[in-house]
């Protein structure tokens, strides 16, 4: 049987390259695939394997010290929704564009959001009413498959997005209220929310274990709606079968959470298509369905 474990963990890292090279080294050894990103602040990955080798590779990665208290999250997925291993030094291990304002010491990232378990976030809810703001640490295209209702999406494509999205006065009627920041696994969050503060956001939480750890707690009866839209081969997973398609098909406008790519390969960008309109050419806007169609005739 197989799984996939996510995890992350910020703490201080002298050498980062040494610690490449003994998590590829553990990786190879144990026949996983994925992706684990590293840099001075901690590291970040995704892999896949058989459940017996995920479990050894957790007790040795547990071993080395600022690893040692490291939450590793179990998904349903198995090896082969990577096509490979990746193991890889980065100045950040989210590329946020701000490695010189991130500050981590053996607890973490400093400055950081309060910390809510999923109880907690309902509990906040529950005491603060329509107070309380949810804004999705992830990109746009990841939140037209699920979010959190109501919640706030920030209009970015990748993390760099973030910055200037806050630097500005365009969340300025918020800041005082209490913000909820979510992603799928907590760690884009981590520094989301310290970023939010420094910005003047005064009253900043953090879902503990991200989107992941809340469709664990309550699938699709709470706060979330959607499927939760993930890096790898499944490319989204649903808490349970009463989950809802909340995307509109590029084509027919019908509810989907499928994502393909455009078939134009100058553009290839990114684009939600239902099932019956994949059989067909799949184009994001009308210029592309243009210039497929010059293709075709040269």
């Known amino acids: 049987m197989q799984k996939i474990l996510l995890y992350y963990k910020f703490t201080p890292l002298s050498d980062p390259e040494a610690i490449r090279l003994w998590q590829k080294t553990l990786c190879e050894r144990y026949n996983l695939r994925g992706r684990i990103l590293i840099s001075k602040h901690g590291l970040n990955g995704t892999v896949g394997g058989d459940i017996e080798d995920l479990k050894a590779y957790v007790k040795e990665t547990k071993s080395y010290g600022p690893f040692k208290k490291t939450a590793f999250k179990w998904s349903d997925g198995a090896r082969d929704n990577f096509p490979k291993l990746s193991v890889k030094v980065r100045d950040e291990v989210v590329t946020f564009g701000v490695p010189d304002e991130l500050e981590v010491d053996e607890n973490g990232v400093i400055g950081g959001g309060k910390h809510l378990k999923p109880a907690e976030v309902h509990k906040l809810v529950e005491e603060r009413g329509d107070d309380v703001i949810f804004f999705d640490g992830r990109n746009a ?60 956001f005064t009253d900043v939480y953090q879902m503990d274990g991200g989107i992941v750890k809340y469709g664990e707690a309550y699938g699709d009866k709470g706060l979330w709606e959607g499927s939760l839209y993930v890096f790898d081969g499944r490319m989204n997973i649903a808490f349970s079968d009463e989950a809802k398609d909340i995307g509109g098909c590029v084509h027919c406008g019908s509810p989907t959470s499928q994502y393909d790519n455009c078939s134009v390969k100058t553009c290839n960008k990114f684009i939600l298509v239902c099932q019956n309109c994949q059989k067909a050419d799949i184009v994001c806007s009308t210029v592309c369905r243009k210039a497929l169609a010059t293709m075709v005739t040269e």
């Open 141 to 200: 295209y990841e939140a037209a498959v699920g979010k959190f209702k109501g919640a706030i999406v920030p209009e970015t494509r990748t993390t760099r997005d973030f910055l200037k999205e806050l630097e500005g006065d365009k969340y300025a009627d918020i800041k005082q209220k209490p913000v909820v920041t979510y992603c799928t696994g907590g760690i884009r969050c981590e520094v989301l929310s310290a970023l939010m503060k420094n910005r003047g």
